[in-house]
């Protein structure tokens, strides 16, 4: 006889009840809202209604959970090949967790993750819309209505468990944008308008909400890729279409944004490292990017008045072993770019420190892969917090700054990945920068932004 344990038998059961979900309706964003979650022996029923209904998100609002025991909401999850994500409403008592669950059958393509306290955000995917996913679980409430109203994507955005009546209106809460008094969800005007509906989870007595968010009617008809309730691909390719070639090859060539040989600056160029011309007629405004190595930079003092804070070297930073000291860096100098007219910081130094005698050290973070990627990854957190991208760079191995046009870098491909390599896998992961820099130098024989391997297949 046949013995499973109590998680594998509901896993089972799960797997029996499922096959692979189809996509839902394009034109609405729908979201099952649940008290609490079910009980484990509910779970397979549960899971059989989701398949059937196909929403794009479960709300699951009291969740407690035993500490280093089986979660049977991530079970469902993965039964169903949901995402899941559990954000904690405050400090654990060593035996429980409590908080609130999101599961959704959508890409997640960024979340704020644990080291960005108040956020609990979810961008979500649906190879059409992007839709912001906001939760109450830790957050102030003060910072909810300008969070969901002001979404960073400027996106349709939802929040999933919110204060409700008299607090919501006190809070900031447009009454009117309410979408489940009992559940008090809200949503902002990326979406026209709300519905709802009592949903009864079979064998159970939960209380239970599916909510219907239309998607907001096209406000950008003469310029469709400025609907920003789409996704990056579809937003581009509709943008490409409106391009001339003359256009698209300006987008391929970036000017030296001090002017050449001490002469004018380009015309509507900041005055620092990089500029690409704007697009005025298809609103793409121009790129200003700026050094950024420990501060934001001023060569020359070409911008006479600009003025900004001299940060602590790499290393300084690194040996805190705090990526909050490293985000708030970060988010110090995306302040000051955005404040001196900048988008772009050429900021966030993942390469490692090989020889003390790299004229990079100095904005580098040390010579440990997990500790430079982890704390540069905060870093490029923190400058795109003030809506600046962040550039990561420089990808890969510029170990060594003299002569590093020239200088080849030889190393096998597994030392690569378990050293350089990994620093940046790492720093992309808990960055997700923007922009990434590859290296002025050879890595085996091929300059690094020629390289095949490093940009094809590694990198993208």
């Given at each position: ?67 280093g025991q089986v979660d ?121 308008a709300a519905s709802s ?69 380009p015309e509507g160029a ?191």
């Amino acid at each position: 006889m046949k013995t499973f344990t109590k998680p594998l038998a509901l896993s089972l059961a799960l797997s029996a009840a499922l096959a692979a979900p189809a996509w839902a309706d394009p034109a609405a964003f729908t979201v099952l809202t649940l008290e609490q979650a079910p009980n484990a022996e509910a779970m397979p029923a549960l899971a059989a209604q989701l398949k059937s209904l196909n929403v794009d998100a479960v709300s699951v609002r009291q969740v407690q959970r035993g500490i280093g025991q089986v979660d049977p909401l991530q079970v469902l999850a993965d039964g169903l090949g949901y995402e899941y994500r559990f954000i904690a409403a405050g400090k654990d008592d060593g035996q429980t967790q409590r908080g609130q669950a999101v599961l959704t059958r959508l890409p997640i393509a960024a979340e704020s993750g644990p080291d960005q306290p108040g956020l609990n955000y979810l961008r979500l995917d649906d190879g059409r819309h992007t839709v912001a996913v906001y939760t109450d679980a830790g957050a102030g409430a003060a910072q909810l209505p300008a969070l969901v109203t002001r979404s960073r994507l400027g996106a349709p955005a939802v929040l999933l468990g919110a204060v409700a009546g008299e607090s919501a209106k006190a809070a900031g809460f447009d009454p009117a944008r309410v979408a489940l008094e009992a559940d008090a969800s809200y949503f902002s005007d990326g979406f026209q308008a709300a519905s709802s509906a009592p949903f009864k989870v079979e064998g159970s007595t939960l209380h239970a909400t599916l909510l219907t968010l239309a998607y907001a009617a096209d406000k950008h008809s003469e310029k469709p890729w400025m609907d920003t309730t789409l996704n990056a691909d579809a937003r581009a390719a509709l943008l490409l279409k409106a391009m001339t070639e003359d256009e698209k090859f300006q987008m391929l060539h970036s000017y030296f944004g001090l002017g050449k040989d001490g002469g004018p600056l380009p015309e509507g160029a900041v005055g620092s490292a990089g500029f690409v011309p704007a697009v005025p007629r298809l609103g793409i405004p121009s790129q200003q990017s700026a050094d950024a190595g420990v501060g934001v930079t001023n060569p020359g003092g070409i911008r006479p008045g600009d003025f900004a804070t001299a940060m602590p070297s790499g290393p300084s930073t690194a040996s805190s072993w705090n990526r909050e000291v490293a985000f708030a860096g970060g988010a110090t100098m995306g302040r000051e770019a955005w404040q001196q007219r900048f988008n772009i910081l050429l900021s966030g130094s993942v390469n490692l420190q090989r020889d003390p005698r790299n004229g990079r050290n100095f904005e580098y973070a040390g010579e440990d892969p997990l500790l430079a990627g982890s704390m540069v990854g905060a870093l490029i957190q923190g400058v795109q917090s003030q809506h600046v991208i962040s550039s990561m760079k420089h990808f890969a191995l510029n170990d060594m700054e003299t002569r590093r046009n020239f200088h080849d870098v030889r190393i096998g491909e597994q030392a690569m990945h378990e050293s350089d390599l990994l620093a940046f896998e790492i720093a992309l992961e808990a960055g997700r920068p923007g922009v990434a820099m590859c290296s002025y130098n050879k890595i085996n024989g091929t300059y690094g932004c020629e390289n095949g391997y490093l940009m094809n297949q590694v990198l993208k």
